[in-house]
């Protein structure tokens, strides 16, 4: 699998970015089954951290604490895509922003996920 993020860039504070996460290679869902897929998230110096996750259906999705009710993981599976809506944006959330499809079984450790995007940029100024 091949994950290409996009749709990162330069905001102000409170202002919002749709990134995208485009799957090539495998198909996230098919036949009733398919593949979590996350959104993690690093800013310089800093280690890669946990941003949201949604089931390989979409009906369930997982927040880390400081991005909920302001963030919204969705997924098209027709479209192999994922999705990563961001409203009301901080200073703190400028980082770059990876995409990993689940392995293991834990939604929120990086080490469960393989198949890393490269990446998409996202600044928010104050």
């Known amino acids: 699998v091949q994950l290409q993020a996009s749709g990162g860039g330069s905001v102000q504070t409170g202002g919002s970015l749709r990134l995208s996460c485009a799957a090539s290679?495998?198909?996230?869902?098919?036949?009733?089954?398919?593949?979590?897929m996350g959104w993690f998230r690093q800013a310089p110096g800093e280690e890669r951290e946990f941003v949201a996750h949604?089931?390989?259906?979409?009906?369930?999705?997982y927040y880390e604490d400081s991005v909920k009710g302001r963030f919204t993981i969705s997924r098209d599976n027709a479209k192999n895509t994922v999705y990563l809506q961001m409203n009301s944006l901080k200073p703190e959330d400028s980082a770059v922003y990876y995409c990993?499809?689940?392995?293991?079984?834990?939604?929120?450790?990086?080490?469960?996920?393989?198949?890393w995007g490269q990446g998409t940029l996202v600044t928010v100024s104050s």
């Open positions: 990993a499809v689940l392995k293991g079984s834990s939604v929120s450790n990086t080490n469960d996920y393989a198949y």
């Open positions: 290679g495998r198909t996230l869902s098919s036949y009733g089954m398919g593949y979590g």
């Open positions: 949604i089931s390989w259906n979409g009906r369930a999705t």
